[in-house]
């Protein structure tokens, strides 16, 4: 490599939960056996950034001093030790730290599993492929991975809207299925525009939308992204032998409507691979499909059209978690 790098980089480093991040200068990270060093270009932000900083997400387990940030996009400045899959100068995006102990994206570097990663799409900025990796190996796993989607199945996204929620509806409707979404009136508009049937799920009643689109039969399978009783009409709304999915199962919840139905479910928990270990090689290859789907135009996130550099994080975050955004919110990293 030709480029010769400085030992240190600027980060925002949380020293307390709830705390303002200080953006500050601290040494550059060097890629292990396995990893990448990877300078950041753009950090997409998700509610699970926000519970993190604030305390409230124990299951993500990560230790303070730390530099949070899940999602990433950027390029590749040097390989370590048995990396064959990148290079130098490779424009890549992944899920690969923020939780777990491990270096998130709110910083200009990040030496990061080479495994986490694919290749960004040619057709996306880097911003918008920031966008892309939770809310996408999200909603993948929960369809794939653990429902087996065909083609021609009806499928219900509880949230279609939303984060996880469109890029489900895309997915959904890339494997052929036809797609149904509850969402706000105000946000009929953006599910419609991905090709779902949208479902206000505030004028309407589980029972009247299924008797409505499915005569009464109920969907072949439900993704739910929001919980609580959400999950619970779920349950409801999924058919005999169908299969509900969640990413976000809180709550207390009778089975007896999802049992009364021989009906199965799964749960979908995103960050075990970087609390455990375990599947990290998965995670690219998800994003690897997601690449494919995004460059054959089937896939393509939602962005907020607000700017947000480091040194206004807080302005980021309070967007995020006061429900203003209309999109995904990303920090631009690099100028």
């Known amino acids: 490599m030709s480029q010769t790098l400085n030992n240190t980089m600027r980060a925002l480093v949380l ?29 997409g932000v998700n509610p699970l950034d926000t519970k993190i900083r604030s305390g409230a997400a124990a299951h993500a387990k990560h230790p303070l001093p730390a530099i949070l940030g899940i999602d990433l996009a950027g390029e590749i400045v040097a390989v370590g030790p048995g990396v064959t899959a990148f290079k130098p100068g490779d424009q890549v995006y992944g899920m690969t730290g923020g939780v777990g102990g491990h270096q998130g994206s709110l910083a200009e570097y990040a030496a990061v599993q080479a495994d986490l990663l694919a290749h960004k799409p040619a057709n996306l900025t880097m911003r918008e492929a920031a966008a892309l990796p939770l809310i996408t190996i999200t909603a993948w796993e929960g369809l794939v991975d653990r ?146 789907l995004v460059e054959a135009g089937k896939l393509l996130p939602r962005l907020d059209p607000r700017r947000f550099p480091l040194d206004r994080i807080d302005d980021a975050h309070t967007a995020v978690s006061d429900g203003s955004a209309d999109g995904k919110i990303v920090v631009d990293i690099a100028p």
């Open 147 to 292: 429902a087996e989607i065909q083609s021609g199945q009806t499928v219900l996204v509880q949230g279609g809207a939303g984060g996880v929620g469109h890029i489900a509806v895309q997915i959904a409707r890339a494997f052929g299925a036809t797609v149904w979404a509850t969402v706000s009136a105000e946000k009929r508009a953006v599910v419609e525009q991905l090709g779902a049937i949208a479902i206000d799920y505030r004028t309407e009643t589980v029972e009247a939308y299924v008797a409505r689109h499915t005569k009464g039969r109920g969907f072949d399978l439900v993704y739910d992204t929001a919980g609580g009783p959400v999950l619970d009409a779920s349950f409801q709304a999924v058919r005999r032998f169908g299969h509900v999915v969640s990413c976000l199962g809180w709550g207390t919840h009778a089975l007896a409507p999802l049992s009364f139905r021989a009906a199965t479910y799964s749960g979908v928990f995103t960050l075990l691979p970087l609390l455990t270990g375990e599947g990290l090689a998965h995670h690219g290859e998800i994003l690897r499909h997601a690449t494919a």
């Open 15 to 43: 020293e307390a939960y709830g705390a303002p991040f200080r953006l500050t200068d601290v040494p550059r990270p060097v890629a292990g056996p396995g990893q990448v060093l990877v300078r950041i270009a753009a950090s």
